[in-house]
Every structure is written in C-alpha cells, then in structure tokens.
T-cell receptor, first 114, second 112 residues
Framework: GAGVSQTPSNKVTEKGKYVELRCDPI?????LYWYRQSLGQGPEFLIY????????DSGLPNDRFFAVRPEGSVSTLKIQRTERGDSAVYLC????????????FGPGTRLTVL | DAKTTQPPSMDCAEGRAANLPCNHS???????VYWYRQIHSQGPQYIIH???NNETNEMASLIITEDRKSSTLILPHATLRDTAVYYC?????????????FGKGTLLTVNP
C-alpha cells in the first residue's frame, strides 16, 4: 500500500519567509510524528499528534514552529520568519496508533533557507 | 531515557553476514529495542524490534542478551543496497507518547 508521503521534496526559501510542509500519513494511522534531521545527525523529535490534537510538542524549538492536523489525517508543519538555522530535512512518520509503536517514515522535505 | 551506544562505522563484504552491535545498559524492563536504517537521502526505514526474545523477519534478525543490556542486528547476507546508517533506538516516553530518540547510528558500508 501507499506509504507516508511528504511535499514538497525540496523547498528553498529566503530568510524571514513563511513556509508550510505537508505530510500525508498512511491511511488509517492515527498517530503522526514530525522530526527534523540536520546534516550528519540523527532525526530529532519535534511534535506528535494523536488524532487531531498535539499530544506532545516538546520538541518544537521555538514559537516560530507550529503544526496542525485538523481532520486527523494530513498534517502541515508551519515555520514563520525562517532562519538559516532552520535548514534541515523535515521528516514525517505515522503509526497505526501510539501503542503499537512501529513508526513508518516518509522521504522527508529538504528545507534550505538562504 | 535509556541511551544507546553504537560504533560509528563498520565494513562488511557483500554476501557475508553483517553483525551490528548496540549497547543499552540502562534499558528498563518495559522498553523495546528498535532498529531503523537510513539509506542516503531517504527517510528512516523500520527493520525490526524486540523486547527480550530474539526476533527474525524477512530483513534481519535481532539478538538481545539475556540481561537486555545489549543487542545485535544481523543482516544474514549483506548486499550493496544494505549500505546505510543503522540506528539502534530504545523507545522512550510515558503514557501513550512513544517518540523515538535517534543517536548518530552506525554507518555500514558493504563492499563488493
């Protein structure tokens, strides 16, 4: 079946601009996660949704970052006033639920802030 | 949160078994060991997980020591396409929040 998809695959923006990154989870998966991966590092947790609500947003670095999942399926990660340090690969993962915890990852969105 | 320790890199000859070690000496009784791999420019790919018994699937085998302080991921017949960074992860969280904490992993290079 279809896996997790993310769009766009690459995004180049200028410092100070607003960006939105989209994640389509595996159909029927209720849990959705966002991670960020900087060059040479492992992915770092940002936020977790169970259904429509953000169950844990402790990984969001500051209030410029926000994520939504209004209908419990597609999620959008929003970054305001982008900074060069936001450049990274943003990964989305989903799992059937949070108890059966196997998370399946999408291919990621590579964000470059000039 | 249990921390994992992995060698930064390993080499393996094509067709031979690749044995990737992981230490997780502070793991608690209800924490699982997960293995993911990440091929260059792709998202992490789930391989296998286990609690205390050895596990095998179509991709790999997971051997967990009796005291659960270490484990080994075994790729029985490595191919060039198995070249990737392999992450050993102990699941963290409380309640129903099971975020994954990745380290730097082991870069496995399979040589022809």
């Amino acid at each position: 079946g279809a896996g997790v998809s993310q769009t766009p695959s690459n995004k180049v923006t200028e410092k100070g601009k607003y960006v939105e990154l989209r994640c389509d989870p595996i159909s029927g998966h209720t849990a959705l996660y966002w991670y960020r991966q900087s060059l040479g590092q492992g992915p770092e947790f940002l936020i977790y949704f169970q259904g429509t609500g953000a169950a844990d947003d402790s990984g969001l670095p500051n209030d410029r970052f926000f994520a939504v999942r209004p209908e419990g399926s597609v999620s959008t990660l929003k970054i305001q006033r982008t900074e060069r340090g936001d450049s990274a690969v943003y990964l989305c993962a989903s799992s059937l639920n949070a108890v059966t915890d196997t998370q399946y990852f999408g291919p990621g969105t590579r964000l470059t802030v000039l | 949160d249990a921390k994992t320790t992995q060698p930064p890199s390993m080499d393996c000859a094509e067709g031979r078994a690749a044995n990737l070690p992981c230490n997780h000496s502070t793991i608690s009784g209800n924490e699982y060991v997960y293995w993911y791999r990440q091929i260059h420019s792709q998202g992490p790919q789930y391989i296998i997980h286990g609690l205390k018994n050895n596990e095998t699937n179509e991709m790999a085998s997971l051997i967990i020591t009796e005291d659960r302080k270490s484990s080994t991921l075994i790729l029985p017949h490595a191919t060039l396409r198995d070249t990737a960074v392999y992450y050993c992860i102990v699941r963290v969280g409380k309640g129903s929040n099971y975020k994954l904490t990745f380290g730097k992993g082991t870069l496995l290079t399979v040589n022809p």
